[in-house]
């Protein structure tokens, strides 16, 4: 196969779709690793013990440092995702989260907050894709009229997208059912590209903006917080990655390792850990923390560390394999060429992680988490941070909602309609076959509930499920 009719092809239909040159030459780069045998693949045979980190609860919250800094420092909430997971198809950070608001409603009052507290301008700035921009801004502009950045800055930014490949031609798919769908965002680690080609990375350190805080839009607990930044500016640290305790939850999810060549941190997804190492990776004992994706960086090492590679961080490949129409496993096989934001921490010297406990971790991916987030497990605190409940000593319960009746959530909301379950007390909860709960519902220990029947079960208000039962 002659790729560079391939190449060419691509490059004019990106052209065409408006994408930067950067872009376009950074798709070529990966596209021509994918083509070379190159799949990202790190094997346990290349890592080193990480060894000692630095820890949230010894760091000094009240750090005048922390104060210096905020007044240079710069909020990025990661927002291109669409709920398609849960059946939607618009930005997931409009989904109710808690206490009847949203998660942008969250997030806006959260930086409200602190700009108040310490009177510093604090940009918030969201990266949307192609898919969330205008849902998302019209909903900040409804719910929170007013709201905006100071210093010429916008509300948001829009990473680029990129073709689909067919995994049989490596060319990109067509699909003239949907061509929305011969697209998609090639990865978070496209932030890098995006505060280039808009221009937005040079404004930030024209502005004076040292320092941005990056977390995913889908968790609150992600807040900035005073102590980690009076830690990053103290040592100018060019890169932090804040990495949290593995449970049997996260097992799948990337995990923080050392470079035994180089030295340097490394972030090792599942997609990139190499065939019949499978069990290795998840043995959460032995690679014990994971990537939060909540990360510190400073602007000016950023703008360095671009410069110096010309703009294309070398970042692992990501090979996801899935279909053009992700509602139809019948339509035509394709790659997405992606990479991982948090990748980053393998290109800087002296980046560092920073274990954090698990209440600055609370993303929802699927409705099992929005149930957990809805229900007094967690608290909205007074500034705004979503939470642990403080009485909780364990970490969340493992929820497991039957997907024929909760995975989407046109299903999931009148099933719940009075409100979520107190699981404050509840080690496990599964859920097989159709169940509606009433108000006021507790579910205590661990609780495996079963409607074999085709008819709707319910649970009566009130009611205490505290051992396994039959509905």
């Not at 403080?390 to 995975?407: A, E, G, N, Q, V």
């Amino acid at each position: 196969m002659n790729p560079r009719p391939i190449e060419a092809d691509i490059r004019d239909r990106m052209a065409a779709d408006g994408a930067p040159p950067l872009v376009i030459d950074a798709f070529l780069q990966n596209l021509r690793r994918w083509n070379e045998g190159d799949l990202g693949v790190i094997p346990g045979s290349s890592l080193a013990p990480i060894g000692d980190l630095a820890r949230l609860e010894n760091l000094d919250e009240l750090d005048p440092a922390g104060e210096t800094a905020i007044a240079r420092t710069v909020l990025i909430k990661l927002n291109g995702g669409l709920g398609t997971s849960m059946g939607l198809e618009r930005a997931k950070s409009l989904i109710v989260a808690k206490n009847g608001l949203s998660f942008l409603d969250i997030i806006v009052r959260q930086v409200e907050f602190l700009r108040r507290r310490c009177h510093a301008p604090l940009p918030l700035l969201f990266m949307n894709s192609f898919s969330t921009e205008a849902d998302s801004l019209e909903a900040i502009a409804q719910g929170h009229p007013g709201f905006g950045n100071g210093e010429g800055l916008p509300l948001s930014f829009c990473q680029h997208r990129v073709p689909k490949l067919d995994l049989a031609t490596r060319a990109p798919v067509r699909w003239p059912e949907n061509p929305a769908l011969e697209w998609c965002p090639p990865g978070h680690a496209d932030i890098y590209h995006a505060l280039q080609t808009t221009g937005l990375l040079d404004t930030l350190l024209e502005r004076g903006f040292r320092h941005a805080f990056v977390s995913n839009a889908d968790n609150l607990g992600a807040i900035l917080h005073m102590g980690i930044l009076a830690h990053v500016a103290t040592h100018r640290i060019p890169f932090l990655m804040e990495v949290t305790a593995r449970t049997e939850c996260d097992r799948k999810g990337g995990h923080l390792a050392r470079d035994r060549q180089t030295g340097r941190l490394l972030l090792r997804e599942s997609a990139q850990c190499p065939p019949g190492e499978t069990a290795d990776f998840q043995d959460i004992s032995k690679y014990r923390l994971f990537n939060t994706n909540n990360l510190w960086l400073d602007l000016e090492a950023l703008r360095d560390m671009l410069r110096a590679s010309h703009g294309l961080p070398p970042l692992p490949l990501i090979v996801n394999r899935k279909t053009v129409d992700p509602t139809r496993p019948d339509s035509p096989a394709v790659v997405q060429l992606e990479a991982a934001m948090g990748s980053a921490i393998a290109g800087f010297d002296r980046a560092e992680a920073l274990v954090v406990p698990r209440f600055r971790f609370a993303p929802v991916k699927t409705t099992n988490d929005l149930l957990a987030i809805r229900s007094d497990l967690y608290t909205l605190g007074e500034e705004h941070q979503v939470a642990l409940h403080p009485l909780r000593f364990t970490p969340p319960p493992d929820i497991s909602l039957d997907p024929r009746y909760y995975k989407n959530i046109a299903d999931f909301e009148p099933r719940f309609a009075q409100g979520a379950p107190s699981l404050l007390q509840c080690d496990s909860l599964q859920i097989d076959g159709d169940i509606h709960f009433g108000a006021n519902v507790r579910i205590e220990g661990s609780v495996h509930l079963r409607n074999p029947t085709d008819k709707p079960a319910r649970i009566a208000d009130g009611s205490r499920v505290h051992t396994p039962v039959r509905a």
